[in-house]
């Protein structure tokens, strides 16, 4: 599998000077600010996105931004939060829902948007949703439905197909 390399930093975070590589013992060359006097390591985005599923074993997907195809449910971690915490967040805003349980699947980082994207399976109890002005529209699938339905090529349905069937492969982006 090849994996796609962050995207490179040129200047520092902290004062805006162009950096320059530098050894660093255990890391190999990396970006260093002469300036600050401080090494400088990659930054990216961290979202969550979850295989919502209820008590029935049916699986919730959703479709947003005037898109008219099923992805899954997702969202970014905030600053100072657990990964665990935006899970339940997220399912929360957007759907209205709260979890019972979670359980990680697996972790891809998806270089058009520098993100790490982490995978979870969570299970709602009897509940109905009561999605947000961000969701514009959702349904219950099947896990064979579900398959049919969330859009063809994405991540999304990447972490689906791979929930489903235990084997993790992510196509290169």
Known sequence: MMVPMPIEMNYCMQCGTKLEKKFLEGEGEVP???????????VFNTAVSMIVRDPKGNILLIKQYGRD???????????GEDAEHAVAREVEEEMGLHIT???FNHSHYFAPSNTLMLNWTVTIGNETAHPNREIDSYAWFTPVEARQ??????????FLVGYLDQKWSFKPR
Do not use: M, T, W
Not at 69 to 79: D, E, P, Q, R
């Open 32 to 42: 260093y600010c002469p300036a600050c006097a401080d090494y400088r390591f990659p």
């Open 69 to 79: 195809s099923y992805i899954l449910v997702a969202g970014y971690v905030n600053k």
């Open 101 to 103: 349980s979670l359980h």
């Open 149 to 158: 339905h969330i859009r063809q090529g994405s991540l999304a349905e990447e």
